[in-house]
């Protein structure tokens, strides 16, 4: 046999040679989100394990298969608690497709968070664009919630928090990338969206439980500051630029009770120094008439949206500053904008924030619309 024929044979099976250390996706175990408590004195975990075999088929994957099964395991540290859980799964565990991760009120009293995100992002497989949440429900019953109509659960709310936070801006999702700057910014503090599970959808054969976000729980570089949660959250929606699209209900004597969606919110906060420290904020927004039971005069929407806004802004500042949290990031803002002034007054890189800190506060309608041609009810009585 030639040495050309010869040649020709072994250059396939040298390309072949490629493959052979690779991994069968159907002889994997994909990790989607993961749950962090403490108990005991050790560190428990939760694995969210997906079948994509069902969900990567169809965004409906087929309803008499379930879409996920949850490994539990527990060590001295977050590594033993992970190598721990490895010696009882039946395949190899990809990380590549990690979305989300939720800890509970103990975990964030008791657990160091370094050495926990170190464990994810200085491995290879995982990413800074993991989405964190905290709760004070059973991490099983978050991990084992479905998406409504059975949608594949990639695309739950936990996994893909984004997408209804176009619709409804209440609290804005935190990723790892995120909490790591805010906890490495002054201040120093970082928020977590706080998740409850509600049994708040039926279906033909049983009542659904779904997460609902219900408020916030805002961390140090020292553990847990506390949570605000339910109606003490509002303002925070009103106070970023990222907010989308959010919603206002409103009484008025003549109208009875306004429907109002609020979009396009800008603010401004402006440090002033005079005898210590205070923040003057500003914000302007947009506005859209849902709905009104009767008549009103676009003063009188206007004052009453802004009134409202008002109130809700001030009605968190003053919740988080009795748990010394500092909400609205001034912190930031101060050492941003006037960095010597931040130098002078900082300890430990935050401010000491009093009710007063916190200014002249400044609520514009910029714009109202009606999406009809009048500002009165549809149907009179």
Request: hydrophobic letters at 35%; proline letters at 3%.
């Amino acid at each position: 046999m030639s040495k050309s024929i010869v040649c020709i044979i072994l250059l396939p099976i040298a390309l072949l040679a490629g493959c052979w250390d690779s991994n069968e996706p159907e002889r994997m175990l994909y990790i989607n989100g993961m749950g962090i408590d403490y108990k005991d004195g050790k560190v428990e975990v939760y694995a969210q394990i997906i079948d994509f075999s069902n969900t990567a088929k169809s965004e409906q994957p087929s309803s008499d298969q379930p879409q996920v099964e949850i490994g539990y395991a527990s060590g001295e540290t977050m590594d033993g608690a992970i190598t721990e859980l490895y010696h009882s799964v039946d395949q190899k565990i990809f990380w590549g497709h990690f979305s989300y991760l939720v800890f509970s009120e103990e975990a964030l009293k008791s657990v160091q968070l370094s050495p926990v995100i170190d464990s994810f992002i200085r491995y290879r497989e995982t990413r800074y664009q993991i989405w964190v949440y905290t709760t004070r429900d059973a991490l099983q019953d978050v991990l084992l919630v479905r998406p409504v109509i059975n949608k594949s659960v990639t695309l739950s709310k936990l996994s893909d928090p984004e997408n209804s936070f176009e619709q409804e801006s209440f609290i804005y999702p935190t990723n790892i990338r995120k909490l790591l700057i805010g906890l490495d910014e002054p201040g120093h503090q970082a928020a977590l969206p706080l998740i409850s599970v509600k049994e708040n959808w039926e279906s033909i054969d049983e009542p659904i439980k779904a997460p609902v976000l219900s408020g916030l729980g805002v961390i140090s570089r020292n553990g847990l500051k506390g949570f605000i949660a339910g109606d003490n959250a509002r303002g925070l929606q009103w106070m970023t630029n990222e907010t989308k699209r959010g919603e206002l209900n409103l009484s008025i004597e003549t109208a009875g009770q306004l429907g109002v969606i609020i979009e396009d919110v800008k603010v401004k906060i402006t440090p002033v120094v005079t005898n210590g420290i205070t923040f003057n904020v500003t914000v302007k927004l947009q506005a859209t008439l849902s709905t009104i039971e009767g008549k009103a005069s676009i003063k009188q929407i206007k004052q009453n949206i802004e009134k409202e806004v008002h109130d809700q802004i001030m009605d968190t500042y003053y919740d988080a500053i009795e748990k010394d949290i500092d909400i609205y990031r001034f912190s930031e803002q101060l050492y941003r904008k006037e960095l010597q002034t931040w130098k002078k007054y900082q300890k430990d890189g935050a401010l000491d924030l009093t009710e007063d800190s916190f200014g002249k506060l400044t609520v514009q309608v910029t714009k109202l619309t009606s999406d009809r041609k009048s500002y009165k009810e549809t149907i009179k009585r």
